[in-house]
């Protein structure tokens, strides 16, 4: 049976102090890796795919990494705006997305 | 371009109700996938349209349904109300899941059902 698991499931950072946040997952026929990011009561927002082991992808202070059996996503430097939950969704071969249940950062200044 | 639209944004209902929900894509997608999600079990995968088809299906009871018209729009559909049904309802839209890395989904913002 597919499973991701994300930890830690919060996470409470002072601004500037880096981290980052695990998605271990078993998933048959993976066709990629997406992570989003959402905010209360929005709906989630796109942050990267990643589609091979060793693969890597940077958006302004974050950064997403993926091997066979785990994918991170590293924050560097986070900003009080960076606070929101980060969702980490392997895309079966059938086109489904399978969702952890997020790590729920906070970023005190 | 626009994103992903969605409405009503808030419903509430009571049980033994039936409800309708509505999902414009973005311009130019043909895939909609519909999520639900609760604080309990997280996001949880509804099903997927694909030209008016169904292509695919979570682990939901047949009171939920939905349907995709030829504009690419979706409905989502659920009757006979549970308690158990209050969730955020998210849509997802995407290119096409199987051209390739064209099958980013984005998300709408949500109707936010509540069943007394």
């Known amino acids: 049976e597919d499973q991701v698991t994300q930890s830690p499931e919060a996470l409470r950072l002072q601004e500037g102090e880096s981290s980052s946040l695990n998605c271990s997952y078993t998933?048959?026929?993976?066709?990629?890796l997406f992570w989003y990011r959402q905010d209360p009561g929005k709906g989630p927002e796109f942050l990267f795919t990643?589609?091979?082991a060793g693969e890597e992808k940077e958006k302004e202070r974050l950064k997403a990494t993926l091997t066979k059996k785990e994918s991170f996503l590293h924050i560097t430097a986070p900003k009080p705006e960076d606070s929101a939950t980060y969702l980490c969704?392997?895309?079966?071969?059938?086109?489904?997305?399978?969702f952890g249940q997020g790590t729920t950062l906070q970023v005190k200044p | 371009k626009a994103g992903v639209t969605q409405t009503p944004r808030y419903l509430i209902k009571t049980r033994g109700q039936q409800v309708t929900l509505s999902c414009s894509p973005i311009?130019?997608?043909?895939?909609v996938s519909w999520y639900q999600q609760t604080p309990g079990q997280g996001l949880q995968f509804l099903f997927e349209?694909?030209?008016?088809?169904?292509?695919n299906k979570g682990n939901f009871p047949g009171r939920f349904s939905g349907r995709q018209f030829s504009n690419s729009r979706s409905e989502m559909n659920v009757s006979t109300l549970e308690l158990g049904d209050s969730a955020l309802y998210l849509c997802?839209?995407?290119?096409?899941?199987?051209?390739?890395?064209?099958?980013?989904?984005?998300f709408g913002p949500g109707t936010r059902l509540l069943v007394l």
């Open positions: 997802a839209s995407s290119w096409d899941p199987d051209r390739g890395h064209s099958e980013t989904q984005y």
């Open positions: 998933v048959s026929g993976l066709r990629g």
């Open positions: 990643l589609y091979s």
């Open positions: 969704a392997p895309l079966e071969n059938t086109g489904k997305l399978i």
């Open positions: 311009s130019g997608h043909r895939s």
């Open positions: 349209y694909f030209s008016e088809t169904q292509r």
